[in-house]
């Protein structure tokens, strides 16, 4: 979500004549997109409000801009913290970056703009991408979440759960599609529950429906699927309409019932098992990917080796892993029984060693297999063509000429190795 809010921000200050410089000395103006998910991601903002701070020095011209989940959280206090920078952009201000950038430059003052939009279309989340040989694209549906998870900061730094009108995603998908796009990702924070705040009953199969109806569209993707929210209805969906891809990202978050109650999920992990395996039931080579927290306040050991479990018994295809972090206004923040950072690293490396051989048995696994390839992109080291395949996993291919950008290629698979698959073309 966040790649892609960047994506849009350079794309609104090409079409006001901006263009992208490779190093921040040559900019005139320069907008740090900020992560508030964990700490460290917040970290990460202050050492680069570092650098901008000489840079400033050096160009006093150089307009500065924090925009993102960090400037809608800390707000005004990023100005007072850092009196070099110009503009603080909270995340349901993007439209209004090329107007404000304007506005500093001529009144020389600090700005700061991180109201929240009453109503979604007004953030024109479909800023035309321009110039880039795309093949993939983001498409956003909905802003932000009301769930309300007890460690998750993301309600407030993005605001409630609203849903784009069906219509008006039809109609960025359409334009991307005569640009040759050829894959989108829909992103929500639980696209699952897409339309529900519509009141008009479209829901997210009726989405999927309209764009597996445009033919030149070859894949659909979507994240991220809220366990509580996962239905038959949409597991069939997937299953009957060719162009959804056969991956799904479904986080779990933990093993441990107990856990999963205090994370306020609104799921049991055999209610997950059980909806996962319906899933599989009706497409067998399903990927499925998820995110684990190890070290949520009161996680004992007998917790984390039910999580542990889960992981053997579920066999991700892939999952993002991360320690506990205490965000700012959570509930989990000021949960009795953190747990001390060493566990919590301790617990981290061995979720990543229970994966790590996991992965490398579905990449052997698929050794000998025919997928579907879609090329994104050659190399530049090797010329090396790689793309992914519908299951969402990277193929680096065996060089052929031939290949280019956008194919779409049955390859067979020759090795699975750790992180990616290496495939062979079939003539
Ligand atoms: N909306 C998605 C969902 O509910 O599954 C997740 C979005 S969040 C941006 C991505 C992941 O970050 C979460 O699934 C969770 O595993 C992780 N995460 C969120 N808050 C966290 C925290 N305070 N500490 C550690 N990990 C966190
Ligand atoms: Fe955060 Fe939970 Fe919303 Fe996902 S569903 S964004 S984890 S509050």
């Given amino acids: ?42 970290h990460k903002v202050y050492s680069a409000l570092g650098k901008l701070k000489s840079l400033k020095k050096k160009n006093p011209a150089v307009i500065t801009v ?27 201000s993007i439209a209004q970056l090329p107007n404000l950038v304007e506005q500093v430059g001529q009144s020389r003052r600090q700005l700061e703009s991180t109201a929240f939009a009453g109503d979604v279309e007004s953030l024109h989340m479909n800023a035309p991408l321009k110039g880039k040989n795309q093949i993939c694209s983001y498409v956003t549906i909905m802003q932000g979440c009301s769930n309300f998870c007890t460690y998750c900061v993301v309600p407030f730094t993005r605001g409630p759960e609203q849903s784009r009108k069906l219509d008006e995603i039809v109609d960025e998908v359409r334009d991307l599609v005569k640009r040759g796009i050829k894959e989108i990702t829909l992103l929500g924070q639980n696209v699952n529950a897409y339309g529900k705040d519509l009141n008009n009953g479209t829901l997210f199969n009726d989405l999927l429906k309209e764009l597996n109806g ?82 949520f306040p009161g996680e004992t050991q007998a917790d984390f080796e039910d999580t542990q479990r889960a992981l053997q018994i579920i066999r991700f295809d892939q999952i993002f892993s991360f320690k506990f972090s205490r965000r700012p206004g959570t509930a ?37 297999a025919i997928e579907e390839v879609l090329i994104e992109g050659i190399k530049n080291g090797n010329g090396q063509p790689f793309g992914r395949t519908r299951t969402n996993k990277i193929v680096n291919i065996e060089g052929s000429e031939r290949i280019r950008e956008g194919d779409l290629l049955k390859v067979r698979i020759v090795r699975g190795l750790k992180h990616s698959l290496l495939g062979s073309l079939i003539n």
């Avoid at 490779?22 to 320069?30: F, K």
């Avoid at 001390?340 to 490398?360: G, M, N, W, Y």
């Fill in 1 to 42: 979500m966040n790649e892609h809010d960047s994506e849009k921000m350079s794309a609104l200050l090409e079409n006001v004549g901006f263009t992208q410089v490779s190093a921040a000395e040559a900019a005139d103006v320069v907008v740090i997109n900020t992560c508030s998910i964990r700490e460290k991601a917040e």
């Fill in 66 to 92: 924090v925009a993102g989940c960090v400037a809608q959280q800390e707000k005004e206090n990023l100005l007072h913290r850092a009196p070099h920078l110009d503009l603080v952009l909270g995340t349901h």
């Fill in 214 to 295: 445009i033919p030149e569209l070859s894949r659909i993707r979507f994240t991220t699927s809220h366990p509580r929210d996962f239905n038959d209805n949409m597991a069939a969906a997937m299953a009957d309409l060719k162009s959804v891809c056969e991956h799904i990202h479904l986080p779990l978050q933990s093993g441990s019932d107990r856990i999963l109650a205090a994370m306020n999920r609104g799921y049991a992990s055999l209610e997950y098992m059980d909806k996962l395996q319906r899933l599989r039931e009706r497409i067998p080579n399903v990927a499925v990917t998820t995110d684990i927290i190890v070290g």
């Fill in 332 to 368: 989990a923040r000021e949960f009795p029984d953190q747990v001390p950072e060493e566990i919590k690293t301790e617990r981290l490396s061995a979720v990543h060693r229970i994966q790590d051989e996991i992965t490398l048995q579905h990449h052997k696994n698929a050794e000998g």
